[in-house]
Protein backbone atom coordinates (compact mmCIF):
# COMPACT_ATOMS: atom_id res chain seq x y z
CA UNK A 1 0.00 0.00 0.00
CA UNK A 2 1.12 3.47 -0.36
CA UNK A 3 0.00 7.09 0.21
CA UNK A 4 -2.56 8.08 -2.27
CA UNK A 5 -2.54 12.14 -1.41
CA UNK A 6 0.63 13.92 -3.51
CA UNK A 7 3.12 16.09 -1.37
CA UNK A 8 2.65 18.50 -4.10
CA UNK A 9 -1.24 18.72 -3.84
CA UNK A 10 -1.45 19.55 -0.02
CA UNK A 11 -0.89 23.16 1.56
CA UNK A 12 -0.79 24.18 4.82
CA UNK A 13 -4.12 24.49 5.81
CA UNK A 14 -5.84 21.54 3.56
CA UNK A 15 -8.51 20.37 5.71
CA UNK A 16 -8.96 16.62 5.72
CA UNK A 17 -12.61 15.37 5.70
CA UNK A 18 -14.41 15.35 8.81
CA UNK A 19 -15.44 12.61 10.57
CA UNK A 20 -17.80 11.03 13.42
CA UNK A 21 -17.53 7.24 15.29
CA UNK A 22 -20.26 6.30 17.30
CA UNK A 23 -18.97 4.39 20.44
CA UNK A 24 -21.70 2.33 22.56
CA UNK A 25 -21.43 -0.53 25.37
CA UNK A 26 -21.16 -2.69 23.20
CA UNK A 27 -18.28 -1.40 21.45
CA UNK A 28 -16.60 -1.10 24.71
CA UNK A 29 -17.30 -4.65 25.39
CA UNK A 30 -15.29 -5.50 22.07
CA UNK A 31 -12.63 -3.35 22.68
CA UNK A 32 -11.75 -4.92 25.98
CA UNK A 33 -11.73 -8.22 24.60
CA UNK A 34 -9.27 -7.08 21.69
CA UNK A 35 -7.15 -5.12 23.63
CA UNK A 36 -7.16 -7.17 27.10
CA UNK A 37 -7.88 -3.96 28.87
CA UNK A 38 -10.89 -4.79 31.27
CA UNK A 39 -10.38 -2.03 33.72
CA UNK A 40 -14.32 -1.76 35.62
CA UNK A 41 -14.18 2.37 34.46
CA UNK A 42 -14.92 0.89 30.67
CA UNK A 43 -17.65 -1.52 31.11
CA UNK A 44 -19.11 -1.00 34.88
CA UNK A 45 -21.49 2.09 35.55
CA UNK A 46 -21.48 1.65 39.52
CA UNK A 47 -17.57 1.05 39.58
CA UNK A 48 -16.96 4.15 37.44
CA UNK A 49 -18.96 6.49 39.31
CA UNK A 50 -17.89 5.03 42.61
CA UNK A 51 -14.29 5.98 41.26
CA UNK A 52 -15.43 9.77 41.09
CA UNK A 53 -16.34 9.30 37.00
CA UNK A 54 -20.06 10.72 36.03
CA UNK A 55 -20.53 7.36 33.67
CA UNK A 56 -18.47 4.72 32.07
CA UNK A 57 -16.08 5.98 29.18
CA UNK A 58 -14.31 5.12 26.56
CA UNK A 59 -10.75 3.60 26.53
CA UNK A 60 -8.40 6.44 26.05
CA UNK A 61 -6.25 4.25 23.48
CA UNK A 62 -9.95 3.60 21.58
CA UNK A 63 -10.40 7.02 21.38
CA UNK A 64 -6.86 7.50 19.76
CA UNK A 65 -7.49 4.95 17.62
CA UNK A 66 -11.00 6.17 16.14
CA UNK A 67 -9.29 9.78 15.56
CA UNK A 68 -6.21 9.16 13.44
CA UNK A 69 -8.82 6.93 11.00
CA UNK A 70 -9.34 10.30 9.92
CA UNK A 71 -5.70 10.39 8.56
CA UNK A 72 -5.72 7.22 7.34
CA UNK A 73 -8.98 7.66 5.35
CA UNK A 74 -7.70 10.25 4.00
CA UNK A 75 -4.16 9.45 3.08
CA UNK A 76 -5.34 5.91 2.33
CA UNK A 77 -2.35 3.82 4.22
CA UNK A 78 -2.44 3.40 7.64
CA UNK A 79 1.80 2.68 7.07
CA UNK A 80 2.31 6.51 6.33
CA UNK A 81 1.14 7.93 9.53
CA UNK A 82 5.19 8.18 11.25
CA UNK A 83 4.41 9.45 14.34
CA UNK A 84 1.27 9.83 16.30
CA UNK A 85 0.86 11.43 19.91
CA UNK A 86 -1.71 13.11 22.02
CA UNK A 87 -2.59 14.26 25.23
CA UNK A 88 -6.26 12.46 26.81
CA UNK A 89 -7.92 15.62 28.03
CA UNK A 90 -11.50 15.01 28.48
CA UNK A 91 -12.93 11.20 28.87
CA UNK A 92 -15.90 10.33 26.44
CA UNK A 93 -19.06 9.23 28.35
CA UNK A 94 -20.72 6.48 26.96
CA UNK A 95 -24.05 6.30 28.57
CA UNK A 96 -26.45 2.94 28.70
CA UNK A 97 -28.53 3.59 25.99
CA UNK A 98 -28.88 2.85 22.15
CA UNK A 99 -27.16 5.95 20.93
CA UNK A 100 -24.21 5.84 23.12
CA UNK A 101 -21.51 8.56 22.45
CA UNK A 102 -20.32 10.30 19.48
CA UNK A 103 -16.40 11.32 18.74
CA UNK A 104 -15.78 14.01 16.39
CA UNK A 105 -13.12 14.47 14.66
CA UNK A 106 -11.60 16.66 12.16
CA UNK A 107 -7.95 17.91 10.69
CA UNK A 108 -5.60 19.88 8.71
CA UNK A 109 -2.21 19.70 7.48
CA UNK A 110 -0.17 22.04 10.00
CA UNK A 111 2.86 22.32 7.58
CA UNK A 112 4.49 20.42 4.95
CA UNK A 113 7.83 19.06 6.42
CA UNK A 114 11.03 17.46 4.69
CA UNK A 115 10.62 14.63 2.76
CA UNK A 116 7.24 14.53 1.65
CA UNK A 117 5.96 14.45 4.53
CA UNK A 118 3.29 16.61 6.54
CA UNK A 119 2.60 17.29 10.21
CA UNK A 120 -1.41 16.61 10.88
CA UNK A 121 -3.30 18.50 13.36
CA UNK A 122 -6.46 16.59 14.79
CA UNK A 123 -9.27 18.14 16.62
CA UNK A 124 -11.32 15.14 18.63
CA UNK A 125 -14.66 16.17 20.76
CA UNK A 126 -17.51 14.52 22.46
CA UNK A 127 -20.22 16.38 23.61
CA UNK A 128 -18.81 19.52 23.02
CA UNK A 129 -15.76 19.26 24.64
CA UNK A 130 -11.79 18.65 23.69
CA UNK A 131 -10.88 14.51 24.65
CA UNK A 132 -7.83 14.95 23.20
CA UNK A 133 -5.13 17.48 23.12
CA UNK A 134 -1.81 17.80 20.78
CA UNK A 135 -2.87 15.62 18.93
CA UNK A 136 -0.41 15.22 16.18
CA UNK A 137 0.62 13.00 13.36
CA UNK A 138 3.53 12.94 10.69
CA UNK A 139 2.30 11.26 7.71
CA UNK A 140 4.10 10.42 4.42
CA UNK A 141 2.97 11.44 1.40
CA UNK A 142 3.83 10.24 -2.14
Do not use: C
Not at 11 to 16: I, R
Amino acid sequence: MAAKISYADVEAGTELPAQSFSVTRATLVQYAGASGDFNPIHWNEKFATEVGLPDVIAHGMFTMAEAIRVVTDWVGDPGAVVEYGVRFTKPVVVPNDDKGALIEVSAKVAAKLDSNRVRVDLVASSEGQKVLGMSRAVVQLA
